[in-house]
């Protein structure tokens, strides 16, 4: 149960896109479409930003949006905003009934 | 409004036991999947277990099977992680968090409750 691979950090300016990539194996991400993206503030509990690959839970802005890609899943924040900075997780199902996330990624906003 | 509370973190020392808790409102508890989540301060997110909502299924991380074990008492809408011969690299925010109906993501989380082992 490797983490999934996720960049250390993405950086943008304000109104920029950025995306992070999350890659694992046949056994999680390319297993299935459960794959989901949690933001992260300091001192805060996780909150669900996608899931199913590219589903948005309501109250979530439409500036964020997922997609995948054989073994590798992808989160992107268009128009990037200064409270989108956080860090963002990645976690697949797998064939074992069990999850991983991935290593997290730490986005800046310039 | 769904709501979750952990408690029952503490500093104890390796080889030690702990159980922690998660008292669950404002939702048919025994319908949902309950998982358990650590972070190691400063570090990443870590899947750990998880439990069906009527008792029959439970999973475990490969870091943490033989030495923890999820219970949980559908009467009381609690779930328990009963923590067994603690490591150092057991320290952490342990989480719980409610899996979506009849979906593969976790939907509402607690706030946390720290448990450092340290001789």
């Known amino acids: 149960q490797s983490a999934l691979t996720q960049p250390a950090s993405v950086s943008g300016s304000p109104g920029q896109s950025i995306t992070i990539s999350c890659t694992g194996t046949s056994s999680d991400v390319g297993a299935y479409n459960y794959v989901s993206w949690y933001q992260q503030h300091p001192g805060k509990a996780p909150k669900v930003m996608i899931y199913?690959?590219?589903n948005r839970p309501s109250g979530v802005s439409n500036r964020f949006s997922g997609s995948k890609s054989g073994n590798t899943a992808s989160l992107t924040i268009s128009g990037l905003q200064a409270e989108d900075e956080a860090d963002y997780y990645c976690?697949?199902?797998?064939?074992?009934?069990?999850?991983?996330f991935g290593t997290g990624t730490k986005v800046t906003v310039l | 409004e769904v709501h979750l509370v952990e408690s029952g973190g503490d500093l104890l020392q390796p080889g030690g036991s702990l159980r922690l808790s998660c008292g669950a409102s404002?939702?048919?508890?025994?319908?949902?999947?309950v998982h358990w989540v650590r972070q190691t301060p400063g570090k990443g997110l870590v899947w750990v277990a998880r439990?069906?909502?009527?008792?029959?299924?439970?999973n475990y991380a490969d870091s943490v099977k033989g030495r923890f074990t999820v219970s949980r008492d559908n009467a009381k809408n609690t779930v328990y992680l009963q923590m067994n011969s603690l490591r150092d690299e057991d320290t952490a925010v342990y989480y719980c968090a409610r899996g979506a109906y009849h979906l593969y993501y976790l939907d509402n989380w607690g706030q946390g409750t720290l448990v450092t082992v340290s001789s």
């Open positions: 404002g939702f048919t508890f025994s319908s949902y999947w």
């Open positions: 199913d690959v590219s």
């Open positions: 439990i069906k909502g009527d008792e029959r299924s439970m």
């Open positions: 976690i697949s199902y797998t064939t074992s009934s069990t999850y991983v």
